[in-house]
C-alpha cells in the first residue's frame, strides 16, 4: 500500500492506497482485487479485503465500503456492515475508532481526510461527476458535522488517471466550462479534433483548497499508465477486456 506522508505523520491516523499487489485473485484481477461490483471470485474479493482491513489494524467485519453510484452524497459511519451492504453513496465520514471507511477506484480519484485533533476520518470517490457535482465539499462539511475544524483537515487524493491519459469529447468540455471558464485550466487540446486531454487530478485539488482544507495532498501517480500497481477501467475497457479490478483507498482511527 502507498502512505502518503501528509496523512503518515499524523497522530492516531491508518490509512492506506492499496495497489493491486499483495492479494489473491487471478486473471484479469491480479492479485489484490477489493471491488464487491466486479465479476471476480467472491471468495477472493472477501480475502482481499480482510488482508486490507488487517493491514489498517481492524478486524475484516469493521472494515467498511460504500455501494458508488458517482453521487455528491455522504454517509456518516457509526457502525460496520456486511461486505455489499453499504449505501448508496460516494463517501463516508466517521468518528469511530477501530473502524476502517474506503472507497474503490479504477482511475477516478480516492481521497482520505483527517482531522487528527478532532478524531475524524472520512474518504470520497471523486470521478469527474462526483467532483463536479460537490463530493469533496459535502464530505468536508460532514466531517465538521462530527467536529472536525476545516482548516485543520489534511485531504489527500491517491492514484488517479492523469491528464495524459484522459481524453474528453466537447460535450465533456463544455458542461466544465459552463460552470466556470477558470476551468480551462484543466484543459488540452488532444490529437483528436474538438477533444481534449482532462486534469482530474488538477480539479479535484483545486476543489480542495477551494474548500478550505488545511492541507491538499496528491500522491501523483496515474491508475492508467502503471498496470504493473493499479487497475484502470479505461486501459480495460480500450483492451476490449470484460471486467477490471478495483482499487481501495482506505483510513481508520485507531482503536487506542
Same mark, same amino acid.
Given at each position: 500500500?502507498? /502512505? ?17 499487489? +499483495?492479494? /489473491? ?36 467485519? &469493521? ?13 456518516? /459511519? ?43 476520518? +472520512? ?27 476545516? +482548516? ?93 479490478? &478495483? ?10
Amino acid at each position: 500500500m502507498i /502512505v502518503a506522508p501528509e496523512l503518515g505523520r499524523l497522530a492516531g491516523i491508518r490509512h492506506g492506497f492499496f495497489t493491486r499487489e +499483495g492479494g /489473491v485473485s487471478e486473471g484479469l484481477y491480479a492479485s489484490l482485487n477489493t471491488g464487491l461490483g466486479s465479476r471476480d471470485d467472491r471468495a477472493a474479493v472477501h480475502e482481499n479485503r480482510a488482508r486490507v482491513a488487517r493491514a489498517l489494524g481492524v478486524e475484516p467485519g &469493521r472494515f467498511v465500503t460504500p455501494y458508488q453510484v458517482h453521487s455528491p452524497d455522504v454517509f456518516t /459511519v457509526e457502525e460496520p456492515w456486511a461486505p455489499g451492504d453499504g449505501p448508496k453513496v460516494d463517501a463516508l465520514v466517521s468518528n469511530r475508532p477501530g473502524i476502517a471507511i474506503g472507497v474503490s477506484a479504477a482511475d477516478c480519484g480516492p481521497v482520505l481526510f483527517a482531522d487528527a485533533g478532532a478524531g475524524v476520518v +472520512g474518504a470520497a470517490h471523486a470521478g469527474w461527476k462526483g467532483a463536479f457535482g460537490g463530493v469533496l465539499e459535502a464530505t468536508v462539511a460532514a466531517m465538521e458535522a462530527l467536529g472536525a475544524r476545516r +482548516g485543520q483537515i489534511v485531504a489527500v487524493l491517491g492514484p488517479t488517471i492523469s491528464r495524459a491519459a484522459y481524453e474528453v469529447g466537447p460535450e465533456f468540455s463544455a458542461r466544465f466550462l459552463a460552470a466556470d471558464p477558470g476551468n480551462a485550466a484543466f484543459f488540452t487540446p488532444s490529437a483528436r479534433e474538438g477533444h481534449a486531454m482532462f486534469d482530474l487530478p488538477g480539479y479535484i485539488g483545486r476543489r480542495l483548497a477551494a474548500a478550505g482544507v488545511g492541507t491538499a495532498g496528491d500522491v501523483g501517480l496515474c491508475t492508467y499508465g502503471d498496470e504493473a500497481r493499479f487497475y484502470s477501467y479505461r486501459r480495460a475497457t480500450h483492451r476490449g477486456e470484460p471486467d477490471y479490478g &478495483r482499487l481501495v483507498a482506505a483510513i481508520a482511527l485507531d482503536a487506542g
